[in-house]
């Protein structure tokens, strides 16, 4: 276990590029719950600082610039401006919001690259790389798409694939097309350094598999590991580019660092700002320490098609210089899906964050709330306006304005606002206070160990709580005959609601202002969660206000019917509805299944079925019985005498009285049209098909 208690910790997440607004995609992925952890640890009063900015370099930036007729300053600037403030508003509690653009940066990334230059790091190579002939311009990175060799995605860029995460360079795609003039590039000769992470593939083996097997997310060590196992090559480590940090060497014009290679460095040049402006030491949070117990920890937000940069290239870099301590973890996320279909920001099927904070600018943790609770932490999640609504009207509503709202009305009508005494306990007070004191250490350690989702459940499990202490102990009725009762049961439901602003502090920071402020209460520090004594009697309750809104039906509405609205995918590219990719599988799983081609040689109408038909094959091994859901697809007349495939060893099932035994192979497309597979010339029956 590392020492979670007395040292430093650096959080980042990753840096947006400015060249669009924020969606609630980024925001379910690294943002949110950096703040959270983040917000957390303050409260734990440990020395953590939370690094963030604008990534205003690489192709992607130009492109945009181009796409909207303005240069690509004007383009980081509206854009950082305008995520900057989005995230403030959000709450994202940043201590630095840096841009690359900066010359602190510059400065800080041209000599990461010149210190590995001078330890001989790189190699010199020239290559042959995608040139557009129409723009006399090299395509690096964003300047070209083309077909995914890994998943086949269609619109994979040149370093990576969004899809599926995988690393790429532009002469692996199938198909490239310069995103300049849409065509086809020729290749030409030209100089570039490159990061051998061949070289550090035994170290990473042993830092990153042995190291941190068991620590580290699944998601995120199963695709260092799949990635290891394919085996590491060279890198480019810069670009033919006009915009970017200049290569620092002589005579290289033309020539930028990579953007992989100095995004992840501006974390560090965010923090030498943020150190600059507080009077603070930098190298404290970045660089080893002489005793290795005083290392800060560092720990990286990102979603998960950042995973390579950050588990493998900035790894090995920092590794190269030697100076700079690794991270720890690397909490990845995986995607978050809006309303059945992938987010997309070329198609405007998205949340837009700033929007949504323009059209409901006090709403801030109902969306932190919505967001945590379907965090896509272990593999791709579904935001849909109906969750959010029945997220806000049956949790928020429901369970915690309800009984805060409850206990602090209550407490005005019965004792004027002050808090009442408590006397002998019952087992029922005993039963909550005992809750009390284990739900914040709950909170804490799924914190800890990044399980959101789990702690935001514990959190309003303490708020749950409290509304079942209510209805079981019914004040309402006991004030009738036993005042001293009612003054225990509420003197106890105000420690509940007091310990439940500190510990919703870190997922709804608004909230947990705004219930502070209501019991006249101060705390900042984790550490009085789980007291039941943090408002003493007599203490005197500021009026209260209800803290949540319910949200109707036709709100929801509004807004799924806006998403369409705005969507702009047309009829040509319906690149949603199809299944997700199935969870992988071994080569041993996949020998097992013993598929061949087959000869249909009778094909009926199966007795009392609609879909399914009854064939008789020629498997080559033998004749035997098929039933195929295809009646609706196919007339048995015509299918008789194809060849198709089969599944030959499929364990024997009954359907309709009939005994079917294998299956044939479909090809089904989103809308449920279903085609045989067949082979392209006729084979002999029982060939093997691998
Ligand atoms: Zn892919």
């Known amino acids: 276990m590392t020492n979670t208690t007395n040292s430093r910790i650096t959080v980042t997440a990753a840096l947006p590029y400015a060249n669009g607004p924020l969606h609630i995609?980024?925001?379910?992925?690294?943002?949110?719950?950096?703040?959270?952890?983040?917000?957390?640890?303050?409260?734990?009063?440990?020395?953590?600082?939370?690094?963030?900015?604008?990534?205003e370099h690489g192709a992607a930036i130009m492109l945009r610039a181009k796409k909207e007729g303005i240069s690509p300053q004007e383009i980081i600037d509206k854009y950082h401006e305008l995520n900057k403030e989005t995230f403030e508003r959000f709450g994202i509690s940043f201590d630095m919001y840096h841009r690359t653009s900066e010359p602190i940066h510059h400065q800080t990334s041209q000599d990461f690259f010149t210190r590995l230059y001078e330890k001989g790091e790189f190699t010199e190579q020239e290559?042959?790389?995608?040139?557009?002939?129409?723009?006399?311009?090299?395509?690096?990175?964003?300047?070209?798409?083309?077909?995914?060799?890994?998943?086949?995605?269609?619109?994979?860029?040149?370093?990576?694939?969004?899809?599926?995460?995988?690393?790429?360079?532009p002469t692996d795609l199938i198909n490239p097309k310069s995103t300049l003039s849409g065509k086809t590039p020729i290749l030409k000769p030209t100089k570039h350094w490159y990061l051998p992470l061949d070289k550090y593939q035994p170290w990473l083996e042993e830092w990153l598999l042995k190291g941190k097997k068991g620590i580290w997310k699944p998601n995120v060590y199963g695709q260092c590991s799949s990635w290891l196992k394919a085996g590491l090559q060279p890198r480019a480590m810069t670009r033919?580019?006009?915009?970017?940090?200049?290569?620092?060497?002589?005579?290289?014009?033309?020539?930028?660092?990579?953007?992989?290679?100095?995004?992840?460095?501006?974390?560090?040049?965010?923090?030498?700002q943020w150190a600059q402006d507080n009077g603070k030491d930098w190298e404290l949070y970045w660089k080893q320490q002489p005793n290795e117990a005083d290392n800060a920890r560092l720990i990286h937000f990102i979603g998960k098609d950042n995973i390579v940069f950050h588990c493998i290239i900035f790894p090995a870099i920092l590794h190269t210089h030697s100076e700079y301590i690794l991270p720890e973890n690397v909490p990845?996320?995986?995607?978050?899906?809006?309303?059945?279909?992938?987010?997309?920001?070329?198609?405007?099927?998205?949340?837009?964050?700033?929007?949504y904070l323009d059209e409901l600018p006090n709403k801030q943790d109902e969306l932190r709330y919505a967001l945590c609770s379907i965090m896509p932490e272990t593999k791709d999640s579904e935001f849909t306006w109906k969750?959010?609504?029945?997220?806000?009207?049956?949790?928020?509503?429901?369970?915690?304005?309800?009984?805060?709202?409850?206990?602090?009305?209550?407490?005005?009508?019965?004792?004027?606002?002050?808090?009442?005494?408590?006397?002998?306990?019952?087992?029922?007070?005993?039963?909550?206070?005992?809750?009390?004191?284990?739900?914040?250490?709950?909170?804490?350690?799924?914190?800890?160990?990044?399980?959101?989702?789990?702690?935001?459940?514990?959190?309003?499990?303490?708020?749950?709580?409290?509304?079942?202490?209510?209805?079981?102990?019914?004040?309402?009725?006991?004030?009738?005959?036993?005042?001293?009762?009612?003054?225990?049961?509420?003197?106890?439901?105000?420690?509940?609601?007091?310990?439940?602003?500190i510990i919703s502090a870190p997922f709804l920071p608004f909230t947990s202002q705004k219930l502070q402020a209501m019991l006249n209460f101060q705390s900042t520090d984790w550490r009085d969660a789980g007291r039941d004594d943090l408002l003493p009697a007599r203490h005197t309750l500021e009026k209260p206000a209800l803290l949540f809104q319910k949200i109707e039906d036709d709100w929801v509405d509004q807004q799924v019917a806006k998403l369409h609205q705005d969507d702009t995918t047309t009829e040509e590219e319906p690149t949603t509805n199809?299944?997700?990719?199935?969870?992988?599988?071994?080569?041993?799983?996949?020998?097992?299944?013993?598929?061949?081609?087959?000869?249909?040689?009778?094909?009926?109408?199966?007795?009392?079925?609609?879909?399914?038909?009854?064939?008789?094959?020629?498997?080559?091994?033998?004749?035997?019985?098929?039933?195929?859901?295809?009646?609706?697809?196919?007339?048995?007349?015509?299918?008789?005498?194809?060849?198709?495939?089969?599944?030959?060893?499929l364990a024997p099932r009954k359907m309709?009285?009939?005994?079917?035994?294998?299956?044939?192979?479909?090809?089904?497309?989103?809308?449920?049209?279903?085609?045989?597979?067949?082979?392209?010339?006729?084979?002999?029956?029982?060939?093997?098909?691998?």
Not at 43 to 55: A, E, K, L, V
Not at 389 to 394: D, G, L, S
Not at 465 to 489: F, H, M, S
């Open 25 to 55: 995609g980024h925001i379910a992925g690294a943002y949110l719950p950096a703040d959270i952890y983040v917000r957390y640890q303050r409260q734990q009063q440990r020395d953590i600082i939370f690094m963030g900015g604008s990534d």
């Open 127 to 169: 290559s042959e790389q995608y040139y557009d002939e129409e723009f006399q311009q090299f395509l690096a990175d964003r300047y070209i798409t083309g077909t995914c060799p890994v998943c086949g995605h269609p619109e994979a860029y040149g370093d990576q694939c969004e899809n599926c995460g995988s690393s790429l360079s």
């Open 240 to 272: 033919d580019l006009d915009w970017g940090v200049d290569v620092p060497l002589p005579n290289t014009e033309g020539k930028k660092l990579y953007v992989w290679l100095d995004a992840p460095i501006g974390y560090i040049s965010a923090t030498k």
């Open 332 to 355: 990845a996320n995986e995607f978050l899906n809006l309303e059945g279909r992938k987010l997309s920001t070329s198609r405007n099927w998205a949340v837009w964050l700033h929007e």
């Open 387 to 501: 969750d959010y609504q029945a997220k806000n009207n049956n949790e928020l509503v429901a369970i915690f304005g309800n009984f805060v709202n409850r206990t602090l009305v209550l407490t005005q009508k019965y004792f004027d606002g002050l808090v009442p005494t408590r006397h002998d306990l019952h087992p029922m007070d005993e039963e909550a206070l005992q809750k009390l004191q284990e739900i914040p250490a709950k909170v804490a350690s799924a914190v800890e160990s990044f399980n959101f989702r789990e702690a935001l459940a514990y959190m309003i499990d303490l708020a749950r709580t409290g509304n079942k202490y209510l209805a079981d102990t019914e004040p309402w009725k006991v004030i009738k005959q036993d005042q001293a009762r009612v003054e225990t049961i509420l003197n106890i439901s105000l420690q509940i609601t007091a310990n439940l602003s």
């Open 578 to 649: 199809l299944a997700p990719m199935k969870e992988e599988i071994t080569y041993e799983d996949f020998v097992k299944l013993d598929m061949r081609v087959a000869t249909i040689l009778t094909a009926e109408k199966a007795k009392k079925s609609k879909k399914l038909l009854k064939l008789t094959l020629d498997t080559g091994l033998d004749q035997r019985t098929v039933l195929s859901g295809i009646a609706q697809h196919y007339e048995p007349e015509d299918i008789v005498g194809k060849q198709v495939c089969v599944l030959v060893n």
């Open 656 to 690: 309709m009285g009939i005994e079917s035994q294998g299956m044939i192979l479909m090809a089904e497309d989103a809308d449920g049209a279903l085609v045989f597979m067949q082979p392209e010339n006729s084979v002999s029956n029982g060939s093997g098909i691998s």
